[in-house]
């Protein structure tokens, strides 16, 4: 869900730039120039561009789609579309947006030094031991060898394998043996490697206790944290978000802690969804800060961001986890929309008879169900989801 964060502009940008811009902003940048801001694009050259962005820039949303050459050239025509804050559109675009941010002297990103900590795990932990905060036990690397050496070194009972790069959708991986690690290393480094062009991957500590979603908005050096998830996963996959109370012990504790992660990563403007591990005795400890392009996007333009008024009652997004590649069965479909009572909104392109892929990550998840009501109530609601699911919701595919 958006983050319901509104923060004001210190003055109203005349245009915006794009940097390496994802499919997805398409219709908030169509949103933004509708209502009188100027976008323009700036793309990368394809020979630095991961396999998997195969999306072409749509030129019609743009005034102007720059194909970034050289520093020089780029600014040249940045600074003709007086351009007063640059985005990143994508965590491949970071770099480049705080660069430009930083010559022209307007909204962006942070410190161009510092940009590889507000997109790589491993650069996170480093950022965060280096400011004396709590950071799991990490190692950076792109050799199997090296990682199976450091763990044995480590001797931990267990450890979590993710993709350095926090933009990609793979998911991290529980690994408790040797065996474990090499059986993950293999298909997390191909997607690392397809999604972000980075192959490399980040061994980390498992951290003991809840994890939590804490999404904040960044202006001018200034954070505000919005909504606060509990997350629950089943084998790897999130399988519920379950929100938490802002008025609670635990949504202070996470606010509190989130400051001074967030001036340790570097971050002077932008969205941000950051995963926090609370381990008793511990506290709270970064696990990963993912940039959120759109919601970037509307920060830096002081455009309200899109969200719901936040709800008294108990809130829980049910991710929907298809066992295999299929399509919706119509009627267990109706069902599943006419017997929640707790049913407020359906995220995704969710329909009777669409096509569903194996839910492997959060972004082959065929929908989210947004439940709001009594915790009861939501409780039988999740459990007839899951019924629905394992009783033929996902009909195979006829062949």
Same mark, same amino acid.
């Given at each position: #869900?958006?983050?319901?964060?509104?923060?004001? !502009?210190?003055?109203?940008?005349?245009?915006?730039?794009?940097?390496?811009?994802?499919?997805?902003?398409?219709?908030?940048?169509?949103?933004?120039? @509708?209502?009188?801001?100027?976008?323009?694009?700036?793309?990368?050259?394809?020979?630095?561009?991961?396999?998997?962005?195969?999306? %072409?820039?749509?030129?019609?949303?743009?005034?102007?789609?720059?194909?970034?050459?050289?520093?020089?050239?780029?600014?040249?025509?940045?600074?003709?579309?007086?351009?007063?804050?640059?985005?990143?559109?994508?965590?491949?675009?970071?770099?480049?947006?705080?660069?430009?941010? !930083? &010559?022209?002297?307007?909204?962006?990103?942070?410190?161009?030094?510092?940009?590889?900590?507000?997109?790589?795990?491993?650069?996170?932990?480093?950022?965060?031991?280096?400011?004396?905060?709590?950071?799991?036990? @990490?190692?950076?690397?792109?050799?199997?060898?090296?990682?199976?050496?450091?763990? &044995?070194?480590?001797?931990?009972?267990?450890?979590?394998?993710? %993709?350095?790069?926090?933009?990609?959708?793979?998911?991290? $991986?529980?690994?408790?043996?040797?065996?474990?690690?090499?059986?993950?290393?293999?298909?997390?480094?191909? !997607?690392? $490697?397809?999604?972000?062009?980075?192959?490399?991957?980040?061994?980390?500590?498992?951290?003991?206790?809840?994890?939590?979603?804490?999404?904040?908005?960044?202006?001018?050096?200034?954070?505000?944290?919005?909504?606060?998830?509990?997350?629950?996963?089943?084998?790897?996959?999130?399988?519920?978000?379950?929100?938490?109370?802002?008025?609670? #012990?635990?949504?202070?504790?996470?606010?509190?802690? #989130?400051?001074?992660?967030?001036?340790?990563?570097?971050?002077?403007?932008? +969205?941000?969804?950051?995963?926090?591990?609370?381990?008793?005795?511990?506290?709270?400890?970064?696990? *990963?800060?993912?940039?959120?392009?759109?919601? =970037?996007?509307?920060?830096?333009?002081?455009?309200?961001?899109?969200?719901?008024?936040?709800?008294?009652?108990?809130?829980?997004?049910? !991710?929907?986890?298809?066992?295999?590649?299929?399509?919706?069965?119509?009627?267990?479909? &109706?069902?599943?929309?006419? @017997?929640?009572?707790?049913?407020?909104?359906?995220?995704?392109?969710?329909?009777?008879?669409?096509?569903?892929?194996?839910?492997?990550?959060?972004?082959?998840?065929?929908? =989210?169900?947004?439940?709001?009501?009594? *915790?009861? +109530?939501?409780?039988?609601?999740?459990?007839?989801?899951?019924?629905?699911?394992?009783?033929?919701?996902?009909?195979?595919?006829?062949?």
């Amino acid at each position: #869900m958006p983050t319901n964060i509104t923060m004001p !502009a210190t003055h109203s940008p005349s245009t915006v730039a794009v940097v390496a811009p994802h499919g997805d902003l398409t219709p908030t940048v169509r949103d933004l120039t @509708s209502k009188g801001w100027n976008a323009v694009a700036v793309t990368l050259p394809s020979h630095t561009q991961p396999l998997a962005a195969t999306d %072409p820039t749509p030129h019609d949303t743009y005034a102007e789609v720059i194909a970034h050459g050289s520093a020089r050239r780029t600014l040249a025509r940045l600074h003709r579309h007086h351009t007063s804050a640059v985005v990143a559109g994508s965590a491949a675009g970071v770099e480049l947006a705080d660069t430009l941010a !930083a &010559r022209l002297e307007v909204a962006g990103g942070g410190d161009p030094a510092t940009s590889s900590a507000r997109c790589d795990r491993g650069e996170q932990a480093a950022a965060l031991a280096a400011a004396g905060l709590a950071a799991p036990r @990490s190692l950076r690397t792109t050799s199997l060898l090296t990682a199976l050496r450091w763990a &044995r070194f480590c001797q931990l009972s267990a450890y979590v394998l993710a %993709p350095a790069d926090t933009s990609v959708a793979g998911p991290a $991986r529980l690994c408790r043996t040797q065996a474990d690690l090499s059986l993950a290393w293999r298909a997390l480094r191909r !997607a690392a $490697r397809r999604q972000s062009g980075n192959g490399h991957l980040v061994l980390q500590e498992a951290l003991a206790g809840g994890q939590y979603l804490v999404h904040t908005v960044t202006r001018g050096g200034r954070h505000q944290v919005g909504e606060i998830w509990a997350e629950t996963r089943t084998n790897g996959v999130t399988d519920r978000l379950d929100a938490v109370p802002s008025s609670g #012990m635990l949504a202070r504790a996470l606010r509190f802690a #989130m400051l001074p992660i967030l001036d340790a990563l570097g971050v002077q403007d932008g +969205a941000y969804r950051s995963r926090i591990a609370y381990t008793p005795g511990r506290g709270p400890t970064l696990l *990963s800060a993912r940039l959120e392009p759109s919601q =970037t996007l509307l920060a830096l333009t002081g455009t309200p961001v899109p969200a719901p008024p936040r709800a008294q009652l108990p809130t829980t997004q049910v !991710a929907l986890i298809a066992p295999h590649d299929g399509v919706i069965d119509p009627g267990r479909f &109706r069902a599943l929309t006419s @017997s929640l009572s707790t049913l407020s909104r359906i995220l995704g392109p969710l329909h009777a008879g669409c096509a569903v892929a194996r839910t492997v990550s959060r972004l082959t998840s065929p929908g =989210t169900l947004i439940l709001t009501g009594g *915790s009861h +109530a939501i409780a039988e609601d999740y459990r007839r989801i899951r019924r629905l699911e394992a009783d033929g919701l996902y009909a195979r595919s006829a062949s």
